[in-house]
């Protein structure tokens, strides 16, 4: 499967391939919630949920505050820049 450019918008990718970026960066999906996903990486951890029309980003015990902080990506954003986004950290 080849996906498409990564400044390529993400509406344009097919689900499979949004699925597939997601576990490039680590993320496991919830077999009970499709739509759900979650990641750990060093600094934070992160729930992650496709919705139908942005991916809401939900940082767990944010580093700075101790606080869940929640942040709402529309899928019009490029790949790329939604991998920098998400994937900076909180």
């Known amino acids: 499967m080849v996906m498409p450019s990564a400044e390529t918008p993400l509406y344009n990718h097919p689900l499979s391939e949004i699925e597939q970026w997601l ?10 919630e499709l739509h759900e996903w979650h990641v750990e990486k060093t ?6 949920s496709l919705e139908v029309d942005s991916i809401l980003v939900r940082y767990l015990n944010a580093p700075a505050s101790s606080e869940d902080v929640q942040r709402v990506f529309k899928y019009s954003l490029s790949r790329q820049d939604l991998e920098e986004a998400i994937f900076s950290g909180p």
């Open 23 to 32: 576990r490039e960066q680590g993320c496991r999906q919830n077999p009970e």
């Open 43 to 48: 600094d934070w951890t992160a729930d992650i």
